[in-house]
Structure formats: structure tokens, C-alpha cells
């Protein structure tokens, strides 16, 4: 969890792995770790809020929560 | 990005300009034996990135390798216009009849580059120049032709020459407008461009500094030994250097350019023109400024969270103002996030710990909630950067 942004997502609800998030994201907040997509935790307060991965992920499993 | 004489020299010889016959050396032992390669006299001239070495000390002769290496050994062991020499450049010296002043550079107000080519060089030409009757051409170059041979020609008159001498210094005018846009440089000066005895042209010196936003794309400089560097006249303190190295985490955006101050007023401020009316502000108001920085190009979080706790390291630091012009394409927001999580980071809480913010722009309506958040103070466009500097340098006091 970031001190401003949290990014939330359920690497056991991927049922596709298209890593579509991991793709668009571009300040990485996604990474793959054991075949899934994990949040890596030092980078949530970069996000912009450019949504892309909203858009991208067809099981509309990311979630952004603001701190503030 | 300035280059040292004997860097710009080699630039010089790639493009066909010729110079003096020489080798840049670090040692006095290297020196000996390059006079004793070159034989004859030789002058041993410091590698500052400074003009003015000849009146200061640094520029001798020496009669053979055993004083060259004496001479090199001194010039190593002081310091030429306050700058530590490290290497020397040693060249055959030159039997010179005439001193001639050329030169590229861009003409701001023309927008192009502009030859200057002057009857007299050497140390004093700056002053020359200011003279009415100096005997100084000019000439700008067309992008799209450059500097035809008939134009050179022109310049190489100019500068006394006839006959074949026409054709020999016409190439180095023609040579030099090259260099310029092989290397991308953004000035080409070779003074004093000398005539020798035997009637050659050469180079005696040369001066060239690179366009720093093309160095990315002059990769041919580093096979040539030339590798990028920032200068600021001085060598860089542990704070500076560590800024350097914050700015190149990654290429997104900037966020340091630190040059470090004996004040007690942290500031993390825009670059330019704003950043010189804050410095203004802050000493108005009793405050003084314990660093310069830049942010700007949408810096990431991570990198305004390091520049900050950098910035905050310094000892006798009381206050932090982040102070900028309205913003456009830096976040605001983000900016908020980076100085908060730097500041929690050093141990220090921003309800207590004097600071201010004063940048407005994009985001600002998120940048403000944060601010909030952390109940720090802030001004929105209708105020100053006046106001905000007042009120940091009154914070610290109280």
C-alpha cells in the first residue's frame, strides 16, 4: 500500500493473465511474479491515475484508491 | 557541455582543421616524453575549463623534455584561476607571425549561427571586439546552404589572407561551420587562429562546447574519449554530486541540478527566472537560500522524495519552501507526494517542520488535498511567490 495511492488487485481472480496492466502501466506498477501479476508496493505513489490498466483489464479486476 | 582545449583540438583534427602538434598528458613523466617525441620547444598549457590560463600561469614554454616535465610537474601542483589542474596539454611551439580571432556561434536574435572572424586574437579579444573599427566581420549561415566556399573565401580576405593562403583558411572557416554540425556544438572558437613562418594556418586553440540536449545523440564523442560532464566552475560538493545522481535515477523529468549555498532555507524551486526571484525573496525577507535545484518535466514521486531528503541532509537547514511559477507540465500532486514522503523519511513531521508550498498548476485541486491532509501550508495562484517567501522566512524565526 502507498502512503497516497493504493493499487488493488486479486492475482487469483486473473484468470487470463493477458498482462494487459502490466503492459500500459507506465510508471510499473505491476510486475509478474510466479506467473501472476503482482502490485509491486514501492511504486503505487507513482500512479497517475491514467487508468489505463482500468481499461485494459477485461475482468475489470484493478482497483485505485486515493490516501487522501 | 565545455569542452577542454585539447577535446576541442581533436574535434578540430576530425574535421580536417589543423593543429599544433601535441598530446593531452596527466603525468610530468608523460610530458617528458611527449617534448622528446615532438622535439624542439614546447609549450605546456593546464586544461581548465576557463579562458585566461596565460595571464594566470597557465600557459609556459619549455626549452626540452626535462623542463617540460619540470614545468608540468609545477602546473599539477597548483592551481590556475582556482581550478586544480589534472592534466596538461603539451605542443610544439609555434614560430607565430599573425593572431586571428574566428569563431561559430548562435545568434539569438537571428536565430541562426553567425561566423565572426577578427583580425586580432589572442587574450585580449573580448575587449577588442567591444571596440568601434575592430576589424571584426560577421556572417550568418543559411541552414540550408551552410558555408559555401565562395563565402569562406570571403571571411579568409577578411582576415588578410591572399593567394593560396585564400584556399588554406577558407577550409578552416568552412571546417569549423562542419564541426558545428557534426558535434551539434553551440559555440567553435579557434583563438587565436595563427599564421606560422612557414605560412600555414593552425589552430593554436580551440574551444568548443556542446548543445546538452544533443549529447544523447553524439555517440561518436565518447569513442573519441569525450564523455558527458556537468561543469560549475568549481568541483562539485558530496551534496551536489549526490543531486546529480538523484536527477539520474531515471530520465523522467528533472529533479536536481543542486548547487549548494551556506543558508538555512531548503528550496525545491522550478529552474530559471522563478527560482532567481525566490532567491530574491528569501534574502528580502531575512531567509538565506541553503541550496539551488530544478524540478520540472513531471519528475516522478521517487525522485522529488530523494531530491528532498538530500536537500533536507544539510546541516543548519530550519525551513523548506517549495516555491515555483504556476506549472504546467510538472504535476502538482505528484510534486506534493514526493516532498511529503521525503520529509517523513528524514524523521520530520510537516505539521511541525517549517515549510511552505506555492505551486500552483496542473493538479493542484489533488495537490491541495494532500497538502491538507498533512496541514501544510500553501498559497494558490492569486498569491505570490513573494507572499510565500515572506512567510517561510517568518516561520523559521518563530
Known amino acids: 500500500m502507498g502512503l497516497f495511492v493504493t493499487v488493488k488487485l486479486n492475482p487469483e481472480e486473473c484468470q487470463d493473465g493477458c498482462k494487459s496492466c502490466l503492459d500500459v502501466c507506465p510508471v510499473g506498477i505491476f510486475r509478474i511474479e510466479g506467473g501472476k501479476v503482482k502490485v509491486v508496493a514501492d511504486n503505487e505513489d507513482e500512479c497517475t491515475f491514467c487508468e489505463l490498466c482500468l481499461e485494459r483489464c477485461g475482468q475489470k479486476l484493478v482497483e485505485i484508491i486515493k490516501n487522501y | ?398
Open chain 2, 1 to 398: 557541455m565545455r569542452l577542454y582545449e585539447y577535446e576541442g583540438k581533436i574535434l578540430a583534427q576530425k574535421v580536417g582543421i589543423p593543429v599544433p602538434a601535441g598530446k593531452m598528458v596527466d603525468s610530468p613523466e608523460k610530458a617528458r616524453e611527449v617534448a622528446g617525441e615532438i622535439k624542439g620547444e614546447v609549450v605546456v598549457k593546464a586544461q581548465i575549463l576557463l579562458g585566461g590560463r596565460g595571464k594566470a600561469g597557465g600557459v609556459r614554454f619549455a626549452s626540452d623534455p626535462g623542463e617540460a616535465e619540470k614545468v608540468t610537474r609545477e602546473m599539477l601542483a597548483t592551481r590556475v584561476r582556482d581550478r586544480k589542474v589534472e592534466k596538461v596539454l603539451v605542443e610544439k611551439k609555434l614560430e607565430i607571425v599573425e593572431e586571428m580571432y574566428l569563431g561559430i556561434t548562435i545568434d539569438e536574435i537571428n536565430k541562426r549561427m553567425i561566423l565572426l572572424a577578427g583580425k586580432t586574437g589572442g587574450v585580449e579579444v573580448e575587449a577588442i571586439a567591444q571596440k568601434p573599427g575592430a576589424g571584426f566581420a560577421r556572417a550568418l549561415v543559411d541552414p540550408f546552404i551552410g558555408v559555401p566556399g565562395f563565402r569562406a573565401k570571403e571571411l579568409a580576405k577578411h582576415l588578410g589572407a591572399t593567394d593560396k593562403g585564400l584556399g588554406a583558411l577558407g577550409n578552416i572557416v568552412s571546417r569549423l561551420y562542419a564541426l558545428v554540425q557534426k558535434f551539434d556544438a553551440s559555440v567553435a572558437e579557434i583563438n587565436p587562429l595563427v599564421k606560422t613562418k612557414d605560412g600555414s594556418y593552425l589552430a593554436a586553440d580551440c574551444r568548443v562546447e556542446i548543445d546538452d540536449d544533443a549529447i544523447f545523440r553524439q555517440k561518436e564523442l565518447e569513442s573519441l574519449g569525450i564523455f558527458p560532464r556537468e561543469e560549475r566552475g568549481r568541483e562539485p560538493t558530496e551534496l551536489e554530486r549526490k543531486g546529480a545522481e538523484i536527477d539520474r535515477v531515471d530520465h523522467r523529468g528533472v529533479a536536481g541540478r543542486v548547487v549548494e549555498f551556506d543558508g538555512d532555507t531548503a528550496l525545491i524551486i522550478g529552474g530559471g527566472g522563478a527560482s532567481l526571484t525566490v532567491f530574491d525573496a528569501i534574502l528580502k525577507y531575512g531567509g538565506k537560500p541553503a541550496n539551488y535545484c530544478e524540478i520540472g518535466g513531471n519528475p516522478t514521486v521517487r525522485k522529488l522524495q530523494l531530491l528532498t531528503e538530500l536537500i533536507l541532509s544539510k546541516p543548519g537547514v530550519k525551513r523548506l519552501a517549495v516555491v515555483t511559477n504556476v506549472l504546467s507540465n510538472t504535476r502538482v500532486d505528484l510534486v506534493a507526494r514526493g516532498v511529503i514522503k521525503g520529509m517523513l523519511n528524514r524523521g520530520l513531521d510537516p505539521r511541525n517542520f517549517p515549510v511552505v508550498f506555492r505551486v500552483p498548476g496542473a493538479w493542484e485541486d489533488e495537490g491541495f488535498r494532500i497538502l491538507d491532509k498533512y496541514g501544510i501550508k500553501y498559497f494558490d495562484r492569486t498569491h505570490t511567490m513573494d507572499e510565500a517567501a515572506q512567510y517561510i522566512c517568518q516561520m523559521g524565526r518563530s
